[in-house]
């Protein structure tokens, strides 16, 4: 069985979550005019912001860590293709208690799950204050939340991810008081659109959605269309307009 016969990967997505162009290029170019020398992205998939934001700070260097090592391979190529490949590192590693800051602007879009114990509920009071240890003085920091557009139904909850639960996510209000508790500014507050959240789920399905039409008897059909079938209806039976992203740009507070 060679690669071409087997479900595809969603290699079409630019980023992997609801961001479009237009928001992607606003985020970097604040972070730009910060002029980050040392660029952190928790989680990077394939890391195709940080390869924006060290493409519009010459000089600046940048560490994505993640533990998916198809990801990141596409990230140095990405890298290499774009002349970065000497400016960034695509570390496959563990991002818990990780030693790689503090650094001058750091990323972390929809992985903060990546600086929690699993063995303990998620906890965004955590992300944050491990993101507050990562940055420097005056630096950047980027974060991808989840939170409730409104309080999601027992029905709602049970249509979406396996143990879904109310408390998984706050509210946006809550969420930024909680960065501003944890020692942060709030510099620049905005959330995904229905646009883009609708772009990132249909994108993500969308080659292998085309493979199972033409591919209904493949050994590997069956699976892959139970998976893909679950996915969608978690979004569009349970999670679709109740759960949101944040993307907050947050500023560290001078300690004295």
């Known amino acids: 069985m060679t690669a071409s016969d087997l479900p595809p990967r969603p290699g079409s997505l630019t980023f992997h979550g609801p961001l479009s162009e237009d928001r992607a290029g606003r985020i970097v170019a604040r972070l730009a005019a910060a002029s980050p020398a040392t660029v952190l992205d928790i989680g990077c998939g394939w890391g195709e912001l940080l390869l924006r934001v060290l493409e519009s700070v010459p000089g600046s260097t940048g560490v994505g860590l993640d533990i998916n090592a198809e990801d990141l391979a596409r ?18 590693e563990s991002a818990l208690g990780t030693s790689r800051g503090p650094v001058d602007a750091v990323l972390c879009l929809g992985a903060g799950q990546a600086l929690c114990d699993p063995g303990r509920p ?7 204050r491990e993101l507050r240890r990562l940055v420097r003085p005056g630096g950047r920091v980027v974060l991808g939340e989840g939170f409730w557009e409104r309080s999601p139904t027992d029905a709602e909850l049970a249509a979406m991810w396996p143990g879904a639960h109310a408390g998984d996510h706050l ?3 809550p969420l930024v008081d909680l960065a501003v508790e944890s020692g942060f500014r709030p510099a620049w507050i905005e959330s995904a659109s229905r646009e883009e959240w609708e772009e990132f789920e249909s994108g993500y399905r969308h080659d292998t959605e085309l493979w199972l039409a ?16 679950r996915q969608r209806s978690s979004w ?3 999670y679709r307009d109740i759960l949101g992203i944040a993307y907050l740009t947050l500023v560290p507070v001078t300690r004295r």
């Not at 190529?77 to 590192?89: M, Q, S, T, W």
């Not at 998620?122 to 944050?128: K, S």
Request: aromatic share 4%; hydrophobic share 35%; no cysteine.
């Open 75 to 92: 990230g140095r190529e990405l890298a290499k293709r774009r002349g970065l490949a000497e400016r960034v590192e695509f570390a496959e």
């Open 122 to 128: 998620y906890d965004p009071g955590v992300v944050l």
């Open 171 to 173: 509210r946006l209000g």
């Open 214 to 229: 033409g591919n209904p008897d493949h050994p590997l059909a069956a699976g892959t269309r139970e998976r893909v079938d």
């Open 236 to 238: 569009v039976n349970g």
